[in-house]
Structure formats: structure tokens, C-alpha cells
């Protein structure tokens, strides 16, 4: 049996997040296992039944050079060739800086939905890239975990929550970072580009992004507030 492609999937009680790991048993073993260790939820998974879309909305596996790898496996650095560049340049627009939709906003007041400031992203190694959609609020708080773990383990990964499916591969080696950008909404998980590029120039892109998207996530807010004292007087 190919275990690369089966994951097992599991929560030690009903309030903490999804684990995942792998096993090298047969199906039936597996499920012998998951009763021993009593779970308070378990769910063994064929990965390679998802689509790259579901894969991604689904589970955090990143599916790379034909294997799937799981949340706490360390991808290998690729041994295909790749392109250098000096900077990584991105720009960044609020799509909904000069008009807003009250009805988002009430829902945000009511509980129904947070406060998601979507930011439209395009980065110049690739011009052929469709537009991303980034959440500014996720972005802020998931991206400085992804640059932490990349200083100290020399590898991580970035996974995009919302609203565009995407991930970076990263690899910190010799005071430069190979990055590669995965995007996950089609048929087959497609690399839309494959730098290597200075550290330092690389983390002046990850600073100025994390600047403006905080930028725009305060100014939704202020809008947000006040939006809330003129409606509803609070």
C-alpha cells in the first residue's frame, strides 16, 4: 500500500484542532489504532481522491513534486533548477477602499461574519498570475508564524486561508530563500513560480507586506466603527 497518499486525521477532544499523522498499518490496523488511543474524532483520509481545491480548503497537506505532505513533515529542498531574482516586488489595493457595503458591515455587527478586509495581490515574477485575494486580518496574524518558523527551521510553509488558494514553499540555504508559489483552485496544483532570491531583499517584501495589510485592516476598522456609532449610535 502507498501510505504517502493516506492521512490520518484527528482531534485528542471535541474542543481542540485537527491533528494529522501518518501510520504504517493497514486500513484495518488503523482503525484498531484510532479506538485504542480513544479520539474524540478521527477520520482516515485517501488524499489523493481530492481535488486540489478541497485538498486545500479541506486539510492543510501540501501536495508537491507527486507526494503529499502533512502539516509536521519537512518538504525536501527541490533539486530542480530554479530562476534567481534580485527583488520580489508585490502590489497591494483594497478593492473596497472607496465604497463599502452596509450589509457587510451589519453582519459584522451582528455577529454573522468578521471583519475581512480583502486585499487584491499581484507579484512581478509572474504577470500571467491572476489577481490574489488576501485577508488582511488572517494575513497579519498567520504570516509572521510562516517567517518565524522559516528563520528557525529553515523551512515552512504558508498556507492562504482567504480568499485566493494558494501556498508558498519556502527554504532558507546559504542567506538566500528559494520560494515557490502553489496555486490549488484548478484541476491540478500548478507552480506559478519558482525564485530564489537574497534573504534579506526577501524578507523587505514579507515586511512591506505585512505593513500594508495592517494599514488596510485599520482603516476597515475605523470605517467599520464609524459606520456602527452612525447607525446604531454606539
Not at 10 to 26: G, P
Not at 155 to 169: G, T
Request: include cysteine; charged fraction near 35%.
Amino acid at each position: 500500500m502507498n501510505n504517502n497518499k493516506y492521512a490520518l486525521f484527528y482531534k485528542t477532544d471535541k474542543n481542540s484542532t485537527w491533528k494529522s499523522k501518518r501510520l504504517d498499518f493497514s486500513f484495518e490496523q488503523w482503525e484498531k489504532y484510532c479506538k485504542e488511543q480513544d479520539y474524540a474524532e478521527y477520520d482516515i483520509k485517501d488524499l489523493s481522491k481530492y481535488s486540489p481545491f478541497d485538498l486545500h480548503l479541506l486539510t492543510d497537506v501540501v501536495y508537491f513534486e507527486n507526494k503529499y505532505y502533512l502539516q509536521n513533515e519537512e518538504i525536501p529542498y527541490p533539486l530542480t533548477e530554479t530562476k534567481q531574482i534580485n527583488q520580489l516586488a508585490v502590489t497591494m489595493e483594497w478593492e473596497d477602499e472607496e465604497k463599502f457595503y452596509e450589509g457587510d458591515y451589519d453582519e459584522v455587527y451582528n455577529g454573522v461574519e468578521q471583519l475581512w478586509t480583502d486585499v487584491t495581490t499581484k507579484f512581478s515574477v509572474n504577470k500571467d498570475m491572476d489577481e490574489l485575494g488576501i485577508v488582511a486580518q488572517i494575513f497579519i496574524t498567520d504570516f509572521p508564524k510562516f517567517q518565524t518558523k522559516l528563520e528557525k527551521d529553515k523551512h515552512a510553509v504558508y498556507i492562504n486561508e482567504e480568499y485566493s488558494k494558494f501556498k508558498w514553499l519556502a527554504w532558507l540555504k546559504n542567506d538566500k530563500v528559494r520560494l515557490i508559489h502553489q496555486d490549488y483552485k484548478s484541476d491540478k496544483v500548478k507552480t506559478e513560480f519558482d525564485i530564489l532570491i537574497d534573504k534579506k531583499s526577501f524578507y523587505q517584501t514579507c515586511e512591506t507586506m505585512l505593513k500594508t495589510m495592517q494599514e488596510y485592516a485599520e482603516k476597515d476598522k475605523t470605517r467599520y466603527e464609524n459606520y456602527v456609532k452612525e447607525k446604531y449610535k454606539r
